[in-house]
């Protein structure tokens, strides 16, 4: 599927539709959503808190499925796919930050943003490939201004510091595309901004196709493109 550019996007969403029990009944979250995220793009979708973007970008990460609708990923249909292959490819081609960084209290800044790697691979291949990957995962966490904290837990780690080791992890594995939500939450506005400029630096310098989940305009505005979901669905704003 391509569109009128004849480019085809990185992410295509097509009449997503969402719902949970509720009570008796069941909330409709998203009524039809349409999305698409060009390759190397910089979105913002806003929205009120509970209007389903989180639940959205959970669907773009397969980390869910939806009860209806398509889920594109460069050009191959995703939300249908058998859970072992959806797993490989969340693991490879999609990063995920969140509000509340998720990190392993027990392991260093360099460990945790390994994790992902080390789960991934048989102890012999990371015997052979584990140098690299550490120099790689050491590699971002310095970009990241963490060279001075590999070896930090994450509680001797101030907020801003656990969301740049969560973002390096998200990278370690070199996806194309970083789904963020509420990336910036917890943070006071100094931090955040040294988020958000991280954020914007990747998409620029390196070309990695973004998706910034916000219920804040003026973190939004960091977007090339912001859409608003509202009622169930994806608007322009
Ligand atoms: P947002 O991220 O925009 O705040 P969410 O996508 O988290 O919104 O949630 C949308 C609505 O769906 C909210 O009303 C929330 O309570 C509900 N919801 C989200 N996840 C679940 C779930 N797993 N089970 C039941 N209800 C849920
Ligand atoms: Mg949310």
């Known amino acids: 599927m391509t569109d009128a550019t004849g480019e085809e996007p990185l992410v295509r969403v097509r009449g997503v539709k969402k719902s949970y029990r509720s009570g008796g009944g069941r909330l409709e979250v998203l009524r039809g959503v349409d999305f698409d995220l060009e390759p190397g793009g910089f979105v913002a979708i806003i929205g009120q808190s509970g209007s389903g973007k989180s639940t959205l970008l959970h669907l ?8 209806a609708g398509e889920v594109w990923l460069a050009g191959r249909r995703v939300d249908d ?21 998720h990190l392993l ?13 080390y ?9 052979t490939a584990g140098g690299a990957a550490r120099a790689r995962a050491r590699g971002l966490l310095e970009r990241f201004g963490l060279g001075g904290r590999l070896h930090h837990k994450p509680r001797q780690l101030s907020g801003g510091e656990m969301q740049r080791v969560a973002i390096a ?3 370690v594995a070199g996806p194309q ?30 070309g990695l196709s973004i998706v910034l989940v916000t219920h804040d305009t003026a973190i939004a505005r960091r977007a090339d ?6 009622a169930g669905r994806v608007e322009a704003v």
Do not use: C, K
Request: aromatic share 4%.
């Open 81 to 101: 796919l058998p859970g072992s292959q959806r797993d490989r490819l969340r693991n490879t081609a999609i990063g995920m930050v969140f509000q509340a960084y």
């Open 119 to 127: 789960v991934r691979h048989s102890l012999r291949e990371w015997l």
């Open 169 to 171: 992890r998200a990278l």
């Open 177 to 206: 595309l970083l789904l963020a939500d509420e990336p910036t939450g917890n943070l006071d506005e100094e931090s955040g901004a040294g988020i958000l400029e991280a954020l914007s630096e990747l998409n620029r310098r390196d």
């Open 225 to 230: 493109r912001i859409v608003r979901l509202a």
């Open 105 to 117: 209290p027990e392991l260093t800044a360099l460990e945790n943003v390994l994790a992902p790697l």
């Open 60 to 67: 773009m990460g397969l980390l869910d499925a939806p009860d």
